[in-house]
């Protein structure tokens, strides 16, 4: 079955780094576009990245410059490098697959404070 299961996440201070992984099974990865989102307290899940099965990528205007998202369909995972964190980054954070069906990690926690 699909599963995507999250790594990375933590506790970071304000212009710190981190890097979120997304290890991939059940499906021919190198086929499919992959995304992360992230889920602040009460606030709606938004998108913040996607790497398209070429390596085409796109941000949310919130992140661009700061985050990079990138695949490596040698190992099925998909990354997402964080740099120059504020604490409005604070959230959990998703790995996602649109298949057949939409698939979604368990989220890894992301808090951005000193």
């Known amino acids: 079955q699909v599963q995507l299961v999250e790594s990375g996440g933590g506790l970071v201070q304000p212009g710190g780094s981190l890097r979120l992984s997304c290890v991939a099974s059940?499906?021919?990865?190198?086929?499919?576009?992959m995304s992360w989102y992230r889920q602040a307290p009460g606030k709606e899940r938004e998108l913040v990245a996607t790497i398209t099965l070429a390596r085409m990528t796109n941000y949310a205007d919130s992140v661009k410059g700061r985050f990079t998202i990138s695949r490596d369909n040698t190992k099925n995972t998909v990354y997402l490098q964080m740099d120059s964190m504020k604490p409005e980054d604070t959230a959990v954070y998703y790995c996602f697959a649109k298949l057949s069906y939409n698939y979604w990690g368990q989220g890894t926690q992301v808090t951005v404070s000193s």
């Open positions: 059940g499906f021919t990865f190198r086929l499919y576009a």
